[in-house]
Nanobody, 123 residues
Framework: QVQLVESGGGLVQAGGSLRLSCAAS????????MGWFRQAPGKEREFVAG????????YYADSIKGRFTIARDNAKNTVALQMNSLKPEDTAVYYC????????????????WGQGTQVTVSS
């Protein structure tokens, strides 16, 4: 069983940066594709970024492309989301997720989820 714990959320001014981190335990981290999703109040959960086992396959939502960067460190069992040039519309709870096989854009394809971390971007 895989456990995921997100950290790094907080309040930031528009144009600022945050770095989210997801720590994994209970499984072979390098065998899982990892994804970041977010959910704003009243909205459906949406894909933000994903990275495959080796780090060679990386995917970003159009809304954040060029501003966010996903990276994984298999030696540390972590995946990070570096968020730059943040906008108020980035405000959401951000979730880390894991699945075997390749990255998917669909939340229901992921088997394991963290508890979420709040990101609030002020205007």
């Amino acid at each position: 069983q895989v456990q995921l714990v997100e950290s790094g959320g907080g309040l930031v001014q528009a144009g600022g940066s945050l770095r989210l981190s997801c720590a994994a335990s209970g499984g072979t981290f390098s065998s899982y594709a990892m994804g970041w999703f977010r959910q704003a109040p009243g909205k459906e959960r949406e894909f933000v970024a994903g990275i495959n086992w080796s780090g060679g396959g990386i995917y970003y939502a159009d809304s954040i492309k060029g501003r966010f960067t996903i990276a994984r460190d298999n030696a540390k069992n972590t995946v990070a989301l570096q968020m730059n040039s943040l906008k108020p519309e980035d405000t959401a709870v951000y979730y880390c997720a894991a699945r075997r096989r390749q990255v998917s854009l669909t939340p229901s394809d992921y088997n394991y989820w963290g508890q979420g971390t709040q990101v609030t971007v002020s205007s």
